[in-house]
């Protein structure tokens, strides 16, 4: 089951930028994810929205600041970046019901910064 | 606390062999799911499959098989006759819940078939 996107799929930034990821996913699911991947280090849960209300954020940075304006889009703001977020980070869905507990997963975006 | 191991970090197969990727888990909850999830090269995780803690029947899917034990707390995946497309990061992970963060993943074992 596929259908969930990113945008950008690659993002080199510096410190002093703006810039925001977008996951999109139109399966229906009502919850979505923003993961973390970073290099020697297991998959890190930052958030979770269900039904566009956050439930979860798991000791993120302030720099780091999510957006669900609906539950088919959430965003990923990023201001003032440390190179140590260089990852690639992951947006996921899971559907309502007997599915929930799966995660899918989007493509990533490769974030790099300098 | 939740827990998962993939103590493999690495393997290296030659095309049409048989190979297993070990997956343990920790967990004090008698309901979990166990999951294993594919990264190739793409980045993106693709799942593979669901297992609930009650049903500890193998399953196959092609190539693909599973062998969950409770008795070891193991979930292990099996790969036969390997082809180039199969090389990827594995990934096992254990959840307890569907939402929240008790979603846990191993390390990852990075499996290159070389043809």
């Known amino acids: 089951e596929t259908g969930v996107t990113q945008t950008p799929r690659h993002l080199v930034m510096g410190m002093t930028n703006k810039k925001s990821l977008k996951c999109e996913q139109h399966?229906?699911?009502?919850?979505m994810y923003w993961y973390k991947q970073s290099a020697k280090k297991p998959l890190e849960l930052m958030f979770v929205?269900?039904?566009?209300?956050?439930?979860e954020n798991n000791s993120v940075p302030s720099r780091f600041s999510p957006e669900c304006p609906n539950s088919s889009h959430l965003f990923l703001h990023l201001h003032t970046l440390q190179p140590e977020d260089s990852a690639l980070y992951l947006c996921?869905?899971?559907?309502?019901?007997?599915?929930?507990?799966?995660?899918?997963f989007g493509p990533g975006t490769r974030l790099t910064v300098l | 606390a939740q827990k998962v191991t993939q103590a493999q970090t690495e393997i290296s197969v030659v095309e049409k062999e048989d190979v297993t990727l070990d997956c343990v888990y920790e967990?004090?909850?008698?309901?979990?799911?166990l999951f294993w999830y594919k990264q190739p090269p793409s980045g993106e995780l693709v799942f593979l499959i669901r297992?609930?803690?009650?049903?500890?029947q193998n399953e196959i899917s092609g190539r693909y098989s599973w062998n969950f034990q409770k008795s070891t707390s193991s979930f292990n995946f099996t790969i036969t006759a390997s082809q180039v497309v199969d090389s990827a990061v594995y990934f096992c992970?254990?959840?307890?819940?569907?939402?929240?963060?008790?979603?846990?993943f191993g390390p990852g074992t990075r499996l290159s078939v070389l043809p």
């Open positions: 929205y269900n039904f566009k209300e956050q439930t």
């Open positions: 996921a869905s899971s559907p309502a019901g007997e599915r929930s507990s799966i995660r899918f």
């Open positions: 967990t004090r909850d008698t309901t979990y799911y």
């Open positions: 992970a254990l959840s307890l819940d569907n939402y929240g963060q008790n979603f846990v």
């Open positions: 297992r609930n803690s009650f049903d500890e």
């Open positions: 399966l229906g699911h009502n919850a």
